[in-house]
């Protein structure tokens, strides 16, 4: 946590990944994140993982620092108090992120009626509005069809939701574009962004688009090896993996030296006529290169690979499950001031990171975590919005706002 962004409100009425951590990011940048959800929860709720009780892993990690509203979104009146919620009066708010279908009156037309200056962040699937999630689109954009080994044939989907992260990175920095575009010309506007944009987007960011175009290319399955330069996974002598990269000379330099395999190296070097200096010549004489390392990672513990990998500082990273990078790797603990012991309700005691950004003007706040459903109403209600007790306890009464249980 840091105050880097104190004094911005954004309301948020969202499910699932990308427009959530949207919304944690500038939540954890100082902004007031007000997330405002159905009561009883909205559709990600209680999505895995979960604790044996049935409380979300998932839910506390996107909404993180967020306050949260609960309001009956399926009454007039209960669309109407986030309608007012979105256009509330103040310098820093009339900011909405969502990613759910838009309808009056919190559609951007409505919206601009009330405040002028609003400015709404909307993410969809597809720019056509056609039904789209993180697991669809990367099906459609290739990168399953050069996940997995060698020779296989079937598509490999990778378990990180890439796209979706991307875009909700994207969608915060959008707003925070779009706050300043305000302050400087004191227009307000709607922000359209689509997960398959941003996907397509980084395709042809990294050339992958323009290797297709331009070379006729069809990037081959490469399994753990990287394409275009050395880089591959090691067995140790104690069954351990680890992944090595050569990016750099410097790197080539420091793992020959690490491994004692530099001579050997040169000496492969001369015989394929090879400039391992290029890194297209290490891509290209990568089989050779593994076999003259491989001995030595086999006869070597993961703990001497470790000592002398990082003696000589080569690049290279062990691999761990998510249990042994919570029980093993320092970086992963409160030693790093990312992260804090935080007593999240529901669920109890553990780590949670904060923003990984340090900014040097702004000194880190306690991490906090995600709200209890609906423990901010009232006080939302009557800070934003100026409704008296009396008006809140009748919209209780009526069953259109709802507290924590």
Not at 326 to 338: F, G, I, K, M, T
């Amino acid at each position: 946590m840091n105050t880097i962004l104190q004094g911005l409100r954004v309301i948020e009425s969202s499910a699932f990944i990308a427009a959530p951590y949207a919304g944690m990011t500038l939540a954890q940048m100082g902004a007031e994140v007000i997330r405002v959800d159905q009561i009883g929860g909205g559709l990600d709720y209680r999505r895995w993982p979960v604790t044996p009780t049935g409380s979300s892993l998932y839910w506390a990690g996107l909404n993180k620092a967020k306050r949260s509203v609960c309001v009956d979104l399926r009454q007039p009146e209960g669309r109407e108090l986030l309608a007012a919620l979105i256009a509330a009066p103040g310098e820093g708010g009339g900011v909405f992120l969502t990613n759910l279908p838009a309808s009056a009156p919190v559609d951007y037309e409505s919206l601009r009626t009330r405040r002028s200056d609003l400015i709404m962040m909307s993410i969809s699937g597809s720019r056509d509005g056609a039904t789209a999630v993180d697991y669809t689109v990367n099906a459609a954009v290739g990168f399953p069809l050069v996940t997995g080994p060698a020779g296989h044939d079937d598509p490999v989907n990778h378990v990180l939701p890439a796209w979706d992260l991307l875009t909700g990175v994207t969608a915060a920095l959008g707003i925070v574009a779009a706050e300043r575009h305000r302050k400087a010309t004191g227009r307000g506007q709607l922000l359209r962004l689509a997960l398959a944009d941003v996907a397509l987007a980084t395709v042809g960011n990294l050339g992958y688009i323009a290797d297709a175009q331009v070379n006729g290319s069809e990037r081959p399955r490469l399994g753990n090896e990287i394409f275009g330069t050395f880089g591959r996974d090691f067995v140790t002598a104690d069954g351990e993996r680890v992944m090595v990269v050569a990016f750099t000379t410097k790197q080539w330099e420091a793992l020959g030296k690490a491994t004692g395999c530099g001579p050997a190296l040169a000496r492969l070097e001369r015989e394929l006529k090879r400039d391992f200096r290029r890194e297209t010549d290490r891509y290209e004489a990568r089989a050779a290169i593994a076999a003259v390392l491989e001995p030595w990672f086999r006869a070597t513990s993961l703990a001497e690979v470790r000592r002398s990998l990082d003696a000589n500082g080569a690049c290279w990273g062990p691999y761990q499950s998510f249990k042994g990078l919570v029980a093993d790797d320092p970086r992963c603990s409160v030693a790093n001031p990312l992260f804090a012991e935080v007593e999240q309700p529901g669920i109890g005691r553990y780590l949670m990171p904060g923003s990984p950004l340090d900014f040097g003007a702004a000194e880190r706040q306690p991490t906090r975590p995600a709200p209890v459903l609906g423990t901010d109403t009232d006080a939302v209600l009557s800070s934003v919005l100026g409704l008296t007790q009396r008006r809140i306890g009748e919209l209780y009464d009526r069953k259109i706002v709802a507290g924590p249980k």
